[in-house]
T-cell receptor, first 114, second 113 residues
Framework: ETGVTQSPTHLIKTRGQQVTLRCSSQ?????VSWYQQALGQGPQFIFQ???????GRGNFPPRFSGLQFPNYSSELNVNALELDDSALYLC?????????????FGPGTRLTVL | TQLLEQSPQFLSIQEGENLTVYCNSS?????LQWYRQEPGEGPVLLVT?????EVKKLKRLTFQFGDARKDSSLHITAAQPGDTGLYLC?????????????FGQGTTLQVKP
């Protein structure tokens, strides 16, 4: 186990709704990255939070947003859900000292949009 | 942006067989990581290779980094059903200064008893 937890495990939403996914990073880690993994594909980088600030973003629209809290846990929010948003959402935390140190992944949240 | 191509995309073999999975890029890797992901779980880091020509072994798994650091391979000897999973290669996108990982599309391995 990596010590990274995510909730909920599974979620079913309908088109147009909004969703919030949560991630608790490994103890002592100050960086959280979020990835989207479509079925049968590798994960794609959504964005990263470092010390409560967004620190880089992938090719995702603004309806994907996030937060990082003082305890370094993080949220991913997706507005106006689309069918193509159905995927496994992974968060990964990194150890301090280097922003790009080894990333430890949580088990993911499986989002289904109907 | 660097693209990573993995091959094959799907592999189904019998227990005891050997196999090799490949990861290639048109650009030079700064470093390369291999992950294994089981259903319902996040990717778990197996190894990081950094130096061209480097070979690392993890029990029955052998990881090789090409001399020019543009390709890598994962070889499994005497595969077992417990090796079943999605194998992903990934590299840091050094241009982004975020440590963002770029992943290949993965190789799904099924080892039948």
């Amino acid at each position: 186990e990596t010590g990274v937890t995510q909730s909920p495990t599974h979620l079913i939403k309908t088109r147009g709704q909004q969703v919030t996914l949560r991630c608790s990073s490994q103890s002592g880690h100050n960086t959280v990255s979020w990835y989207q993994q479509a079925l049968g594909q590798g994960p794609q980088f959504i964005f990263q939070y470092y010390r409560e600030e967004e620190n880089g973003r992938g090719n995702f629209p603004p309806r994907f947003s996030g937060l990082q809290f003082p305890n370094y846990s993080s949220e991913l929010n997706v507005n106006a859900l689309e069918l193509d948003d159905s995927a496994l959402y992974l968060c990964a935390s990194s150890s301090p000292g280097r922003v790009w140190d080894t990333q430890y992944f949580g088990p993911g949240t499986r989002l289904t949009v109907l | 942006t660097q693209l990573l191509e993995q091959s094959p995309q799907f592999l189904s073999i019998q227990e005891g067989e050997n196999l090799t999975v490949y990861c290639n890029s048109s650009s030079v890797f700064s470093s390369l990581q291999w992950y294994r992901q089981e259903p319902g779980e996040g990717p778990v880091l197996l190894v990081t290779v950094v130096t061209g020509g480097e070979v690392k072994k993890l029990k029955r798994l052998t990881f090789q980094f090409g001399d020019a650091r543009k390709d890598s391979s994962l070889h499994i000897t005497a595969a077992q059903p417990g090796d079943t999973g999605l194998y992903l290669c990934a590299s840091e996108d050094r241009s982004s200064n975020t440590g963002k990982l770029i992943f290949g599309q993965g190789t799904t391995l099924q080892v039948k008893p």
